[in-house]
Structure formats: structure tokens, C-alpha cells
């Protein structure tokens, strides 16, 4: 999914434990390769950065982006551009195909990488910040005062205690859908899941498909499973199962899995084979009822049909399924950049990032890319559309807010076993016992202490 929509990376090696899980499945957590990724991909990734050690040096500086899609891309030039006019240093934007930088993002860091490069919160930010790939911008976090809730700081914190991640925006996931659909079908929004089905066949009876599915890249499944989980078990269970702390054949999960099976028929056919753009497509179209994605799906509406496509577009949170936990929880990802620990001009390299947590910088952010939030207390919201405002809203008001899955959970974990499991789920959900099984068999690998 070429975009800050997915937080995923390839199997990450430094540990003996990482290469023995990823070694009986060499499944990318993108995609399933055939062999190793070839040279000519890997040297996409090599950056014009700094090497050595970090030093407090004022050059020019690269920044490494996975932003390859158009609206993002465009985004992040024009946060560079403001800082170069009010620093007067130069800094270069080195992007690479989203998919790419995912994947090899574990040699990158360990080759020639830029000074600053564009990566995730949670254990995604920790685990490089553990291995000393990361670069620490304890003292960028000391300007930045009050500047960011204590839960974003939490985010941006490894296990040392420092600080190694600057958020730059957030997005929810929520169900999306065009008002105008709703209003001309007549269709209301629903609470419950059994109102939801409701909704769904009556969308199947109007030719529409009702609910827009794509997994082909891998990580958009995990975001379903994600909801239903919190909505049948609740948070707490949720991270404990993703820490390896709960079974994968417990009666819990089974009943996410067999609860997911009766939503399957109301998804458009052909998942695996589709990107997300592709399914935000029929959403656009009109062929689509509703489609479970993050908020960065209105890039999709951003240019279209003269600017009303975007106004049209709307979203409820996932139906309570369980009264006990209701609706208390979503997934609301965080993106940011983190520092390289080889950059030669650290200086340069924390004003860009103490930039990059101003109030300025997150507008400018916002203002390009409608699907985002900016986290920065004071921000400027006067530009937000009405999906931006309802989506700031909504995260507030959750209870609990989970990551995604790829962030939520080691990352071989997620990219060697989930990815491949969930895609044999949706291809042949009968087998379910057996793709558990599997799960759980390789779970006890991963997970030792």
C-alpha cells in the first residue's frame, strides 16, 4: 500500500531468533517473493546520507521518504521547501516506492541511510532505537515543551527512556462511505453488527458491493482484524494476543475469525488481487457501500469531480459488536520521522525535526493532505474539511487507541506469519483450524524470551 498506510516492514534480521522465524517462511510482509529482493532494488534504497558517527554537524542533510504516492509526496516538498526558506539550510528529499523502503528498510539503516528518514511509532520506532540504528532527539523533545500530549511522547519513546521519533500526523480507521449513496438509497447508518449486515444485503439487493476490500499489499486485512478483534475481545486482549501473551486457538480469536466469515460474502471478490487504491475506486464510482480503511483513503477524493467527491465522503466507526467494550477502541496509526545514527550533521538534522514538530510545519502537512491529523497541541485546524475535523474528534474521544497491527506486534511476527495466514484465511476461510494451528505453532518460535 504505497503510503503512511502501511506501517510495515520486511522481516528485520539482527537477532538469531528473527532469522529463524523468517527462514521457514520467506514470505515479504508485502508480498510473497519468489527469492531475495535483487540489487537494482536494493540501491534504490541507498541513500546520498551521511555516514560515520553522529556528530553535531550543520551541513546539508537528505531525508528519506517512503511518501511515493502523489498527495503525500507533494506534501512533504512543501514542508521542506518551508523549512529550507526559514533555516537556510538545504535539505534534500530522497524518495523511494513505499513498498521498497518497507522492505529494506533494515539494510538501509544499517548501509549509508539519509540524516532523517520517514518511519512509524511503537514497536516499529523502538526496535531500530534498541538496535542503535536510530539517532536520539531527547533534546529536540526538551524544546518542544508542551508541545505534544504525554501520549504522543510515550509514542515517540524507546526503552531507554529517550526520545527517538517526532510525530507528524495521525489518521483513523473508520468505515467510510458517500453521503450522497446513503441519502438517495436511503440507507442509515448502523450501530450494531447485525444492523450493519442488514445494511450490507440491502446494498447486494441494489447492485452495489457492499463492503470495499483490498489485500493484496498484504497489511489491509490486518486492519479488520484489528477492529473485530477490539470490538469481541477488547483492547486489553487485543495487545496481549498481538505480545504473544494469548493463543491464537483460544475460543477468543476463533470467534473473531468466524464472525469475520459471515462478513466475507458482503466483500467485494477478488481481495487478494487488489490494491487499496483500486477498491477506494469503487467507493468513489458509486459501486461500492462502504470500505474499512484509514483516513488516508480520501486521497483517492481529494481532486475528484471538481472537489465534491472529498465533500461527499463520510465515515462511522466500526459497529459495537460486544456491549462490553461497545466502540471504545480504533486504530489511529502515528507518522513521523526519526533521526539516522551514522548522520555527520545531527545539528542540521534535529532543527529539521524541531521544525517538522511545529505548529507551521504540521499546517502545511494538513493542508495538502485531507486525510491526515496533525498531533501538535495549537495547531492550526482552520483548513480542515469536515472529515479532518470528524476524524481529530473521533480519536479523541476513543478510549483506547491501537497502533495497527504491523506496529502493535513484533515485526517478523507480523510480516512472516500474519500477512500469509490472513491472505489463506480470506482465499479459503474453511480451513481456519489449521491456519490458526499455524499461527500458534509459529507464535511459540517468534515469541521466547
Not at 474499512?292 to 477524493?301: E, I, Y
Not at 502515528?334 to 510545519?361: R, V, Y
Request: charged share 20%; with cysteine.
Amino acid at each position: 500500500m504505497a503510503n503512511r498506510f502501511s506501517p510495515f516492514s520486511a522481516p528485520l534480521s539482527p537477532s538469531p531468533s528473527f532469522l529463524s522465524a523468517a527462514a521457514r517462511i520467506d514470505v515479504s510482509r508485502r508480498s510473497v517473493l519468489g527469492g531475495a529482493l535483487g540489487l537494482g532494488a536494493l540501491a534504490a534504497l541507498t541513500a546520498c546520507g551521511s555516514s560515520g558517527s553522529t556528530a553535531e554537524g550543520s551541513g546539508a542533510i537528505t531525508v528519506g521518504s517512503n511518501q511515493s504516492d502523489a498527495v503525500p509526496k507533494a506534501a512533504y516538498a512543501n514542508i521542506i521547501d518551508a523549512f529550507k526558506k526559514s533555516s537556510g539550510t538545504e535539505a534534500t528529499i530522497n524518495t523511494v516506492d513505499h513498498n521498497t523502503f518497507q522492505e529494506q528498510i533494515n539494510s538501509y539503516l544499517q548501509g549509508d541511510p539519509d540524516d532523517v528518514f520517514t518511519w512509524f511509532s511503537g514497536y516499529r520506532m523502538k526496535f531500530f532505537a534498541d538496535q542503535g540504528l536510530a539517532g536520539d532527539i531527547s533534546s529536540v523533545w526538551d524544546n518542544f515543551g508542551d508541545s505534544f500530549n504525554q501520549s504522543f511522547k510515550d509514542a515517540a519513546t524507546a526503552g531507554d527512556g529517550k526520545q527517538y521519533f517526532v510525530p507528524l500526523s495521525y489518521y483513523p480507521w473508520a468505515v467510510f462511505y458517500r453521503k450522497s449513496v446513503f441519502e438517495e438509497k436511503g440507507y442509515s447508518i448502523p450501530t450494531t453488527l447485525d444492523e450493519y449486515i442488514a445494511l450490507a444485503q440491502g446494498m447486494q439487493q441494489d447492485g452495489l458491493a457492499p463492503i470495499g476490500f483490498a489485500d493484496k499489499g498484504g497489511w489491509e486485512a490486518m486492519g479488520t482484524f484489528d477492529v473485530l478483534n477490539m470490538r469481541i475481545n477488547g483492547y486489553d486482549f487485543h495487545t496481549s494476543l498481538l505480545a504473544g501473551e494469548k493463543s491464537w486457538e483460544s475460543n477468543e480469536v476463533k470467534e473473531v475469525f468466524q464472525t469475520w466469515k459471515t462478513l466475507l460474502p458482503y466483500h467485494q471478490e477478488g481481495a487478494l488481487g487488489r490494491e487499496w487504491q483500486e477498491a477506494a475506486q469503487g467507493l468513489l464510482q458509486k459501486t461500492t457501500g462502504t470500505y474499512l480503511l484509514g483516513m488516508f483513503v480520501s486521497q483517492q477524493f481529494q481532486d475528484a469531480e471538481g472537489g465534491e467527491a472529498l465533500e461527499d465522503l463520510d465515515f462511522f466507526t466500526f459497529p459495537e459488536i460486544n456491549p462490553d467494550y461497545g466502540t471504545d477502541s480504533l486504530d489511529a496509526p502515528i507518522d513521523g520521522f526519526m533521526m539516522s545514527a551514522k548522520t555527520k550533521n545531527a545539528g542540521t538534522a534535529k532543527e529539521l525535526l524541531e521544525f517538522l514538530g511545529t505548529p507551521e510545519a504540521q499546517k502545511i502537512n494538513t493542508d495538502s493532505d485531507k486525510g491526515l491529523v496533525a498531533p501538535v497541541n495549537g495547531a492550526d485546524t482552520s483548513g480542515y474539511t469536515a472529515l479532518q475535523q470528524k476524524g481529530m474528534e473521533l480519536v479523541s474521544s476513543a478510549k483506547h487507541i491501537a497502533q495497527f497491527m504491523d506496529r502493535d506486534t513484533r515485526p517478523d511476527f507480523a510480516s512472516t506469519v500474519m500477512i500469509p495466514s490472513l491472505q489463506a484465511f480470506i482465499k479459503d476461510p474453511d480451513n481456519l483450524d489449521n491456519v490458526l494451528s499455524d499461527i500458534e505453532t509459529q507464535k511459540k518460535t517468534i515469541f521466547v524470551d
